[in-house]
């Protein structure tokens, strides 16, 4: 079956990096287009960024154009998103998952969600 492992998440000061990954099993992972979302206490998840299958285009959220950058590596299955001068705002549990790159929205049956990873950035 389809998994998604989130991973380097952690406790940052305001103006710091971190650098998530997804590790991408059970699915041809090159033949779809990824996102990255995040969920904040008490909100809904929302989209963030999304990358298409080869990697060539890129999308993101207005928040966070310009401080993070999405990238995946098609021959290990891994979904990345470089986080640049991170905010507390940023803060949220953050997931990978297949997506629509047009509608920024998981396509119809490959509504797969990890546990996600914990970011969060302080003041």
């Known amino acids: 079956q389809v998994q998604l492992v989130e991973s380097g998440g952690g406790l940052v000061q305001a103006g710091d990096s971190l650098r998530l990954s997804c590790a991408a099993s059970?699915?041809?992972?090159?033949?779809?287009?990824m996102g990255w979302f995040r969920q904040a206490p008490g909100k809904e998840r929302e989209f963030v960024s999304a990358?298409?299958?080869?990697?060539?285009?890129?999308n993101y959220a207005d928040s966070v154009k310009g401080r993070f950058t999405i990238s995946r590596d098609n021959a290990k299955n891994t979904l990345y998103l470089q986080m640049n001068s991170l905010k507390p705002e940023d803060t949220a549990v953050y997931y990978c998952?297949?997506?629509?790159?047009?509608?920024?929205?998981?396509?119809?049956?490959?509504?797969?969600w990890g546990k996600g990873t914990l970011v969060t950035v302080s003041s």
């Open positions: 990358i298409s299958t080869s990697g060539i285009f890129t």
């Open positions: 998952a297949v997506i629509n790159y047009a509608t920024r929205t998981p396509p119809n049956g490959m509504d797969y």
């Open positions: 059970g699915l041809y992972f090159s033949r779809y287009a």
